[in-house]
T-cell receptor, first 116, second 109 residues
Framework: DTAVSQTPKYLVTQMGNDKSIKCEQNLGHDTMYWYKQDSKKFLKIMFS???????INETVPNRFSPKSPDKAHLNLHINSLELGDSAVYFC???????????????FGPGTRLLVL | QKEVEQDPGPLSVPEGAIVSLNCTYS??????FMWYRQYSRKGPELLMY????GNKEDGRFTAQVDKSSKYISLFIRDSQPSDSATYLCGGSSASKIIFGSGTRLSIRP
């Protein structure tokens, strides 16, 4: 029973292509996140949704567009992929956003994106 | 300046040693602090959180926060090879966690 799952695990694609990464959580959480982890392991938040509403939108190129069809799913679509988009993308979820234990984030296994 | 600074390591210690991992932060609005552990090719998982200055202990792990100096520490006693991982510290405010860059730790048998 995977709590937070992502597909695909690996994604190798050419510059300029459009790709999507899907995320699903079965924890009944209200909040979901997308993070980008670069080659130096720096983990940076990109977006956060609470009950399908966008609540955090960091300084991310508008080529990245998140979509939350329901509170258990948060997908990430990337247009016109660039070399610098190569990274590991993590989805996460938490019960709430109030902080403390309610904000404990559960991470998926990551999607390794390589843009050639 | 990054909001959370962390020495990337790598840090290599023999089994049984006490490990000290440290972070500094600049954002005074942080209300909660946490440590996540990330094994190779896996997602991070919460190890400990704390919301005030002082120590919090959980088994072999102790988290320490000093808000006056904006310093976060994690101590691991009796370190085991299974503790080998990257450790990410973080501070939380405004519904988001800001992570440090992670310290890679290796415990030698």
């Amino acid at each position: 029973d995977t709590a937070v799952s992502q597909t695909p695990k690996y994604l190798v694609t050419q510059m300029g292509n459009d790709k999507s990464i899907k995320c699903e959580q079965n924890l009944g959480h209200d909040t979901m996140y997308w993070y980008k982890q670069d080659s130096k392991k720096f983990l940076k938040i990109m977006f956060s949704y609470n009950n399908k509403e966008l609540i955090i939108n960091e300084t991310v190129p508008n080529r990245f567009s998140p979509k939350s069809p329901d509170k258990a799913h948060l997908n990430l679509h990337i247009n016109s992929l660039e070399l610098g988009d190569s990274a590991v993308y993590f989805c996460a979820s938490s019960q709430g956003t109030a902080g403390g234990p309610l904000e404990t984030q559960y991470f998926g296994p990551g999607t390794r994106l390589l843009v050639l | 300046q990054k909001e959370v600074e962390q020495d990337p390591g790598p840090l290599s210690v023999p089994e049984g040693a006490i490990v000290s991992l440290n972070c500094t932060y600049s954002n005074s609005a942080f209300q909660y602090f946490m440590w996540y552990r990330q094994y190779s090719r896996k997602g991070p998982e919460l190890l400990m959180y704390t919301y005030s200055s002082g120590n919090k202990e959980d088994g072999r792990f102790t988290a320490q926060v000093d808000k006056s100096s904006k310093y976060i520490s994690l101590f691991i006693r009796d370190s085991q090879p299974s503790d080998s991982a990257t450790y990410l510290c973080g501070g939380s405010s405004a519904s988001k966690i800001i992570f440090g860059s992670g310290t890679r730790l290796s415990i030698r048998p």
